[in-house]
């Protein structure tokens, strides 16, 4: 499986919005990506960077001015597979996806994507049962108005409706902007549910990088369409203070770590969760020990 | 979809009539709309096309633009012409006669005339109004003229205020279509095939979210109005005073000279002026 074909790939591919006319905007420039099947890759950047550009190209929403978007090694701009095979493989959850609802109950709104794609009934029952169960949303849920419903499970109802049509790739655009640390963990939890029981490769737009270094395995960090880092966490972690520079964001215990190598105290800082910071400390003192 | 919809086509310029008072221009379009549908004789038709000329030569709109806002029209104005061509009655004989057909030499000069008055309507007015009014300075502008009608209980303020807040929201609703319909795209929607039924119903899915959001909006939007002491028109005051300049009066003196020339032109027929050139150079 090492070698195998990426999930999604993007090779040389530019965007270029408002062509030919003098507000012409170069939002991703000879962008170069593979992302591996079920990986999780977290991209982050700051606004205005190409984050939600990106994440249209996923499923042919936009079409790249230059360059290709591979889905399992096959152009998806070749009309070898129609956009609605395309998209129902390729799952897109838009920044604050509660304005998609429209439908009477949350149920049907969510069966909307799978009765697009022309399954039958039964079929369709059983997906959104599924979808709803990834998202935390109760029998009581489903069938009230997707309008009476609070912000948060709004949002859980939104993203129901894309992975209802149990997509291999699931693209989301900060899926738990503006809510509370226990919706992030339910909605964030949720997902990675989703990934491991059906294998799915995900891309997680995110500005948490608390949020990051928990759901993903991978970064891929963008600066003004450009790619400016990627690779597994403990590699760009371990450039920590690169990302600095970049002006982008490192998870809080990674900023201690920074502040203790200038200090001389501990010399790596791909650390970026609670758990490895323990040992790194308990390591460090017990060298002193030691000493 | 639906990038290439803007309201209202005002192209920014620095041209005279960029720069007249919104009040101005609109009494003057008031005045040129009845040089247009008057003049009937040829002096006075030359007249009306002549201060068209003027008009669009002085708003420096490139006329390839102008091109695009005559041609929704060409459909329009070839069916009044047709029309007009080939139902007037005419005294003396047919200029043209095939089978049922006939043409008269009055039928003629009427199609021409219906053609020339379209053209200058739409013409006139786009790069009257349209053309070189801001959308807001064109509500402003409304609320200023009707304003005696506040001293008969009527909510001009009001009027204007809704007028200004629908133009101001128009392309934070379209930016929301866009988004709504690429989402409900991504749930595999379709918006392009099956036959008209379908399509309608395929608009379903981005209408209630769009009308939802609407609602709210307004909701919020009156909230922050009333938060901030918004309580109608009573002694507000503007950011941006419409002013009138002499230059402006002086415009507008001149189009009331050229409104009333063209209703005396109207009088005098072709006939006279012929026998008026003859006396003057015999
Ligand atoms: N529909 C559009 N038309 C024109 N320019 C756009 C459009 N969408 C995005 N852009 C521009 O492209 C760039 C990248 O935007 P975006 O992908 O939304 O960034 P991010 O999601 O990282 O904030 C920005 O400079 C933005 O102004
Ligand atoms: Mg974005």
Redesign the pocket.
């Known amino acids: 499986m090492s070698q195998s074909i990426p999930a999604l790939e993007f090779s040389k591919v530019s965007v270029v919005?408002?062509d030919k006319t003098s507000f012409e905007?170069r939002?991703l420039d000879g962008i170069n990506v593979k992302f591996p099947e079920s990986s999780v890759t977290g991209i982050i950047?700051?606004?205005?960077?190409?984050?939600?550009?990106?994440a249209m190209l996923t499923n042919g929403l936009l079409k790249p001015t230059e360059g290709q978007v591979l889905l399992f090694g096959e152009d998806i701009w070749s009309k070898k597979h129609s956009m609605k095979e395309i998209r129902s493989r390729v799952g897109l959850v838009f920044q604050y996806p509660e304005y998609q609802l429209f439908d009477e109950t949350v149920e049907a709104d969510i069966a909307f994507g799978p009765k697009n794609i022309g399954l039958d009934p039964e079929e369709i029952n059983k997906r959104v049962m599924t979808a709803a169960d990834f998202c935390g949303l109760s029998e009581k849920e489903l069938k009230r108005s997707p309008f009476e419903l609070s912000g948060g499970q709004k949002r859980r109802a939104a993203i129901a409706g894309v992975l209802a049509m149990q997509p291999k790739v699931l693209v989301l655009d900060e899926p738990a902007a503006g809510l509370d640390p226990k919706g992030r963990e339910e909605i964030l939890g949720g997902l990675d549910e989703y990934r491991r029981a059906y294998g799915a490769t995900l891309l997680l737009i995110s500005h948490s990088m608390e949020d990051i270094a928990k759901y993903t395995d991978r970064i891929l960090a963008?600066k003004n369409?450009k790619v400016c880092l990627q690779g597994t966490l403990d590699e760009v972690f371990a450039k920590a203070e690169l990302m600095f520079d970049a002006k982008l964001d490192v998870p809080q215990i990674t900023k201690l770590f920074i502040e203790l190598k200038k200090r001389s105290i501990c010399a790596s800082t791909d650390v970026y969760t609670v758990e490895r910071a323990k040992q790194m400390v308990e390591t460090v003192i017990r060298e002193a020990k030691n000493a | 979809m639906l990038k290439d919809i803007t309201f209202g086509q005002y192209y920014p310029g620095d041209s005279i009539l960029h720069r007249a008072d919104a009040r101005i221009k609109i009494i003057i379009l008031i005045e040129y709309m009845i040089i247009a549908l008057a003049a009937r004789s040829l002096l006075a038709v030359a007249v009306s096309v002549a201060f068209t000329v003027f008009l669009v030569v002085a708003s420096k709109i490139k006329p390839g633009l102008l091109l695009k806002s005559v041609k929704p029209l060409i459909f329009v104005l070839i069916f009044t012409a047709a029309i007009n061509l080939f139902f007037t009655a005419g005294e003396g004989d047919p200029v043209v006669h095939w089978n049922f057909i006939n043409i008269y030499r009055e039928g003629i000069v009427n199609a021409l005339l219906m053609a020339v008055r379209l053209l200058s309507l739409v013409l006139g007015s786009s790069v009257l109004l349209s053309f070189t009014t801001t959308p807001l300075d064109l509500t402003d502008a409304i609320e200023s003229l009707l304003s005696p009608l506040k001293k008969l209980k009527v909510p001009v303020h009001e009027f204007a205020m809704m007028m200004s807040i629908a133009l101001k929201f128009i392309p934070t609703l379209i930016e929301e279509t866009n988004k709504i319909i690429s989402a409900q795209k991504a749930r595999c929607a379709d918006f392009d095939s099956g036959n008209i039924f379908r399509r309608v119903k395929a608009l379903i899915p981005v209408l209630i979210p769009l009308f939802v959001s609407a609602v709210k909006r307004a909701e919020e939007l009156a909230d922050a109005m009333e938060c901030r002491c918004y309580h109608g028109g009573e002694g507000r005051t503007r950011l941006k005073e419409l002013k009138s300049r002499p230059g402006d009066y002086v415009f507008l003196l001149c189009a009331t000279a050229i409104t009333a020339g063209v209703i005396l032109l109207n009088s005098i027929t072709t006939q006279e002026v012929f026998d008026f050139c003859k006396t003057l150079f015999s």
């Open positions: 919005y408002g905007v939002a950047g700051h606004t205005g960077s190409g984050k939600s550009t990106l963008l369409g």
